[in-house]
């Protein structure tokens, strides 16, 4: 019966062109406008890496000096989201994670070896340790980290994006191949595969929706390189560094380094808090770490929320986009009843013949469900679109980040369909019902 | 067989009942022509809607081929109104966008015969009714007569006990009425049991039983002659 409802339905529909065509356009609309706002929403607000996130957490001190606090937020003191250098080389140095790595950033021109130095792009490079790889699960094409060694050394080598192994190698293994970071050559270890973890954890708040940096130096390969943007790093400070220096930099109480260590467990993180409280001691006795000890240890989720990433508790656009989608039903439902009234000599007809209820409402279901596919499919479209607008309107969301994954497709396809059977129903039941002796005169 | 034992039916509003159809009993026998008929709005066609199933009754009981209908459910009417039951209305209730293959398959669809079997059916009922070379056709490309054969077809193909015409010659001039008629009286000489609601005593007279419906009583009337004519 299935085939003889599907032809029915294509013949009802193009009976009423128009209408069919509305009813169709309302919940293309709707859907689109739904699901245009659940994928944002949806890529925003999720894990963007769910094995670690409860194994992975940025470290926080409250170096700041006694004068005033970094910060207050909801009446209480909060301390810096990032450390001071000589705070983070101190915890790199005390190993206390499984792994750990602080982050650093600047941004440079680059090139390829053979490239003319007009062709030479600026491009914003990551200085970490060779664990941020493994923390972070980065996936790699070709090669892999680099070795302790370079972390130690701060030698000169480097792991490059896919997208820059593209323009620079063709997409051919560039690992051994050298490319111009200024005038100074680095030797490529790696190339990463796709990697997009979303939303960037890592990164600050503006730059947690950009796609990841093209170049991966060690860290310490920043460091004695005197690599600085300070247009690129949050550097703040309680006490001014004493010149202008590098090496004051470094040396003074000003934050500017991420820095993040990965746990067994959630449960040893009490251990590691009371490692980061002993810090904080043996630190006063230097005469820093004169505030309240407000160490901290953010899991992924929890440092999105309190760095107003992601939300915690749920999204209000999300609900009045769909209850646009239900006023779009409404809508259609409207119609539907239309449309089967317009029926009702049908369906006395069809059940004179021998058709039962259910038999009237499984044929009547069947086209709602075709008018919910094409709406849904319009509506897929309609959401793509609006993706599009979406990542024009917001430029630090990247393009290829806001796209719906296939798991939202099928969704979306599913949603139309049940929610044009949900308020397909009560018209399609109304139908059913008809007095059949009352309508046979009326076809 | 058909048989009705003290069967009424009123209907009702908040403050008013009105008795459509006083109690009666009424047996047809497989095979009978039988004619109804009655001036307007005397319950002609009530008597006919709940002989075929289509409305409920008030009082008393019904038989259909020996299926005590009383209590069946909706689904249960439905397949026995689809197995021996085939309908014909003055106004042909074709539907327009199907064929006429498509709106004789009608009846067989809910009976979930196999396809080939369908097409048989369908292919010997528009034989019967004279238009299978226009099988996909479309009822607005055919004349009003040649409508009302399709939709004798229609009740035929599903080779049921009892054809139950209301008015079937109403919308048709005397010649396409004549051609109706004698397709009818070709299809109960096989053994399909009619019986036909009309206002016109000709076809009346033609019917070999004649029941007069007054005022919701139903009385066994004479056998029309055809003289009147």
């Given at each position: 019966m299935l085939g003889y409802y599907l032809k029915l339905a294509f013949i009802s529909l193009k009976k009423t062109?128009?209408?069919?065509?509305?009813?169709?356009?309302?919940?293309?609309?709707?859907?689109?406008?739904?699901?245009?706002?659940y994928t944002v929403s949806y890529l925003l607000a999720k894990d963007p890496i769910p094995s670690k996130s409860e194994k992975l957490f940025n470290v926080r001190l409250n170096s700041f000096g006694p004068d005033k606090p970094f910060n207050i937020a909801k009446g209480k003191e909060v301390p810096p989201t990032i450390l001071t250098y000589q705070d983070a080389m101190n915890l790199q140095n005390a190993q206390q994670g499984v792994r750990q790595t602080p982050l650093g950033s600047f941004k440079m021109m680059t090139r390829g070896i053979t490239q003319p130095v007009?062709?030479?792009?600026?491009?914003?490079?990551?200085?970490?340790?060779?664990?941020?790889?493994?923390?972070?699960?980065?996936?790699?094409?070709?090669?892999?980290?680099?070795?302790?060694?370079?972390?130690?050394?701060?030698?000169?080598?480097?792991?490059?994006?896919?997208?820059?192994?593209?323009?620079?190698?063709?997409?051919?293994?560039?690992?051994?191949?050298?490319?111009?970071?200024?005038?100074?050559?680095?030797?490529?270890?790696?190339?990463?595969?796709?990697?997009?973890?979303?939303?960037?954890?890592?990164?600050?708040?503006?730059?947690?929706?950009?796609?990841?940096?093209?170049?991966?130096?060690?860290?310490?390969?920043?460091?004695?390189?005197?690599?600085?943007?300070?247009?690129?790093?949050?550097?703040?400070?309680?006490?001014?560094?004493?010149?202008?220096?590098?090496?004051?930099?470094?040396?003074?109480?000003?934050?500017?380094?991420?820095?993040?260590?990965?746990?067994?467990?959630?449960?040893?993180?009490?251990?590691?808090?009371?490692?980061?409280?002993?810090?904080?001691?043996?630190?006063?006795?230097?005469?820093?770490?004169?505030?309240?000890?407000?160490?901290?240890?953010?899991?992924?989720?929890?440092?999105?929320?309190d760095r107003k990433v992601q939300k915690e508790d749920g999204n209000i656009a999300l609900w009045l986009a769909f209850a646009f989608l239900g006023v779009c039903l409404l809508n259609c439902m409207a119609m539907m009843v239309a449309k089967f009234h317009t029926k009702t000599g049908e369906v006395g007809l069809r059940r004179a013949v021998g058709a039962s209820?259910?038999?009237?409402?499984?044929?009547?279901?069947?086209?709602?469900?075709?008018?919910?596919?094409?709406?849904?499919?319009?509506?897929?479209?309609?959401?793509?679109?609006?993706?599009?607008?979406?990542?024009?309107?917001?430029?630090?969301?990247?393009?290829?980040?806001?796209?719906?994954?296939?798991?939202i497709v099928v969704m979306t396809i599913v949603l139309a369909i049940t929610s044009a059977m949900a308020f397909g129903l009560l018209p399609i039941l109304h139908a059913a019902k008809v007095q059949p002796s009352s309508q046979l005169k009326s076809l | 067989m058909l048989s009705m034992r003290h069967l009424s039916k009123a209907y009702h509003t908040d403050t008013i009942k009105t008795q459509a159809l006083q109690p009666f009993d009424l047996t047809i026998e497989q095979g009978e022509f039988v004619a109804i008929i009655g001036p307007s709005g005397s319950g002609k066609t009530t008597f006919l809607n709940i002989?075929?199933?289509?409305?409920?009754?008030?009082?008393?009981?019904?038989?259909?081929?020996?299926?005590?209908?009383?209590?069946?459910?909706?689904?249960?009417?439905?397949?026995?109104?689809?197995?021996?039951?085939?309908?014909?209305?003055?106004?042909?209730?074709?539907?327009?966008?199907?064929?006429?293959?498509?709106?004789?398959?009608?009846?067989?669809?809910?009976?979930?015969?196999?396809?080939?079997?369908?097409?048989?059916?369908?292919?010997?009922?528009?034989?019967?009714?004279?238009?299978?070379?226009?099988?996909?056709?479309?009822?607005?490309?055919?004349?009003?007569?040649?409508?009302?054969r399709v939709a004798i077809a229609r009740a035929i193909a599903g080779k049921p006990s009892f054809l139950l015409a209301d008015e079937p010659t109403g919308n048709l001039d005397s010649k396409m009425a004549e051609g109706i008629m004698a397709l009818l009286e070709d299809i109960n000489a096989q053994g399909t049991s009619i019986v036909m609601v009309t206002h016109d005593p000709n076809q009346a007279a033609r019917a070999q039983r004649v029941i007069e419906i007054r005022d919701g009583i139903l009385s066994e009337g004479k056998r029309i002659e055809k003289a009147i004519a």
């Amino acid at each position: 019966m299935l085939g003889y409802y599907l032809k029915l339905a294509f013949i009802s529909l193009k009976k009423t062109p128009f209408l069919s065509f509305l009813m169709i356009i309302t919940i293309a609309i709707g859907i689109g406008a739904a699901m245009t706002t659940y994928t944002v929403s949806y890529l925003l607000a999720k894990d963007p890496i769910p094995s670690k996130s409860e194994k992975l957490f940025n470290v926080r001190l409250n170096s700041f000096g006694p004068d005033k606090p970094f910060n207050i937020a909801k009446g209480k003191e909060v301390p810096p989201t990032i450390l001071t250098y000589q705070d983070a080389m101190n915890l790199q140095n005390a190993q206390q994670g499984v792994r750990q790595t602080p982050l650093g950033s600047f941004k440079m021109m680059t090139r390829g070896i053979t490239q003319p130095v007009t062709e030479a792009k600026m491009t914003a490079i990551r200085s970490a340790y060779r664990d941020m790889f493994s923390m972070f699960d980065v996936p790699f094409k070709f090669g892999g980290a680099w070795d302790e060694v370079a972390d130690k050394e701060g030698l000169q080598v480097a792991v490059i994006s896919q997208e820059l192994n593209d323009k620079l190698f063709l997409g051919e293994n560039s690992v051994g191949k050298s490319l111009l970071i200024g005038e100074s050559s680095y030797q490529i270890v790696g190339v990463t595969d796709d990697w997009y973890p979303i939303p960037k954890f890592f990164d600050y708040r503006v730059r947690a929706y950009n796609k990841p940096r093209d170049i991966i130096i060690p860290f310490n390969t920043q460091i004695n390189n005197e690599l600085w943007t300070s247009s690129d790093v949050s550097f703040l400070c309680w006490k001014e560094p004493s010149d202008d220096s590098f090496s004051a930099i470094l040396a003074s109480e000003c934050v500017w380094v991420s820095y993040w260590v990965e746990l067994a467990s959630e449960a040893d993180r009490s251990r590691y808090l009371d490692f980061l409280h002993r810090y904080s001691m043996e630190q006063r006795e230097y005469g820093r770490f004169l505030r309240e000890p407000l160490h901290q240890l953010f899991n992924v989720k929890e440092d999105l929320v309190d760095r107003k990433v992601q939300k915690e508790d749920g999204n209000i656009a999300l609900w009045l986009a769909f209850a646009f989608l239900g006023v779009c039903l409404l809508n259609c439902m409207a119609m539907m009843v239309a449309k089967f009234h317009t029926k009702t000599g049908e369906v006395g007809l069809r059940r004179a013949v021998g058709a039962s209820k259910q038999d009237i409402v499984a044929q009547f279901s069947i086209e709602t469900c075709i008018v919910g596919l094409l709406g849904g499919g319009l509506g897929l479209l309609l959401a793509q679109f609006g993706l599009v607008v979406t990542a024009q309107l917001y430029s630090h969301l990247y393009a290829e980040m806001l796209e719906m994954t296939f798991g939202i497709v099928v969704m979306t396809i599913v949603l139309a369909i049940t929610s044009a059977m949900a308020f397909g129903l009560l018209p399609i039941l109304h139908a059913a019902k008809v007095q059949p002796s009352s309508q046979l005169k009326s076809l | 067989m058909l048989s009705m034992r003290h069967l009424s039916k009123a209907y009702h509003t908040d403050t008013i009942k009105t008795q459509a159809l006083q109690p009666f009993d009424l047996t047809i026998e497989q095979g009978e022509f039988v004619a109804i008929i009655g001036p307007s709005g005397s319950g002609k066609t009530t008597f006919l809607n709940i002989t075929g199933l289509l409305e409920d009754f008030c009082e008393g009981s019904y038989e259909l081929d020996g299926v005590n209908v009383e209590h069946l459910s909706d689904k249960a009417k439905s397949k026995l109104r689809n197995e021996k039951v085939g309908f014909i209305f003055q106004s042909f209730n074709l539907i327009p966008e199907l064929t006429l293959y498509d709106n004789v398959d009608m009846p067989l669809r809910y009976r979930k015969l196999s396809s080939k079997e369908r097409h048989e059916r369908i292919m010997d009922a528009l034989g019967k009714v004279g238009l299978a070379s226009r099988r996909d056709h479309y009822p607005a490309q055919l004349s009003g007569g040649q409508q009302q054969r399709v939709a004798i077809a229609r009740a035929i193909a599903g080779k049921p006990s009892f054809l139950l015409a209301d008015e079937p010659t109403g919308n048709l001039d005397s010649k396409m009425a004549e051609g109706i008629m004698a397709l009818l009286e070709d299809i109960n000489a096989q053994g399909t049991s009619i019986v036909m609601v009309t206002h016109d005593p000709n076809q009346a007279a033609r019917a070999q039983r004649v029941i007069e419906i007054r005022d919701g009583i139903l009385s066994e009337g004479k056998r029309i002659e055809k003289a009147i004519a």
